[in-house]
């Protein structure tokens, strides 16, 4: 079969629906590593709201009222971004034991070369991951239009969204939780935490049955 012959035989293939790498997707490659990969939760930083607040903070022209409502505001997003990925932290220790797992914070590029988070959201010296990476990331979902409300999202090591079999992203919102906030603000996000990463170590799980 010459060149010309075997370039229209993968293009037919293309358009019928067949790919001769399907066998090599990344959903593939990552779901026959599983008992090599690591599971790393990429906790909120809010690193963006926190610089932009900061910049109008160094605004020389900026009131020194206007800088003091700045620098409690500054500190009260520091204090709920701590308090949640603390919670977030807690959840995936009690909830969560379907693969080995490890933390960093959302500004993390090269996760094969990083710093882990210990469970006092402190810095460990940097460590070379080995194997493979499953990331999982607080946000929108990209690849499941259906979906767009902030969920739990599954990612490779690029953070691009991985499909079937890898579970669904995992909604972080619901009728429960609105409820909850509404009678136990101070402990809802807990409860919606612990379910929410029940659901998903039970959907890993599965995946290794």
Request: proline letters at 5%; glycine letters at 6%.
């Amino acid at each position: 079969m010459n060149a010309k012959a075997i370039f229209l035989f993968s293009l037919a293939l293309v358009f019928i629906g067949f790919s001769p790498l399907r066998g090599q997707s990344l959903e593939d490659s990552l779901y026959n590593g599983l008992d090599r990969t690591i599971l790393i939760v990429r906790l909120p930083s809010q690193e963006k709201k926190m610089q932009a607040i900061k910049a109008t903070i160094a605004d020389p022209e900026l009131s020194e009222s206007a800088r003091a409502r700045l620098q409690a505001q500054l500190e009260s997003v520091q204090m709920e971004t701590k308090l949640k990925n603390l919670a977030i932290l807690e959840a995936f220790d009690e909830n969560f034991d379907a693969m080995p797992i490890g933390f960093v914070y959302d500004t993390t590029r090269n996760v094969y070369r990083t710093d882990l988070l210990n469970r006092q959201l402190e810095v460990t010296e940097s460590v070379d991951i080995p194997g493979k990476v499953i990331q999982l990331r607080f946000g929108r979902p990209v690849l499941y239009s259906g979906s767009r409300a902030e969920s739990m999202v599954l990612t490779d090591s690029e953070l691009t969204d991985l499909g079937h079999p890898f579970p669904k992203p995992v909604l972080m919102t619901g009728f429960g939780y609105g409820f909850n906030k509404i009678l136990a603000p101070e402990t809802a996000f807990e409860k919606l935490l612990e379910k929410r990463v029940k659901k998903l170590n039970r959907k890993l799980e599965e995946l290794f049955l």
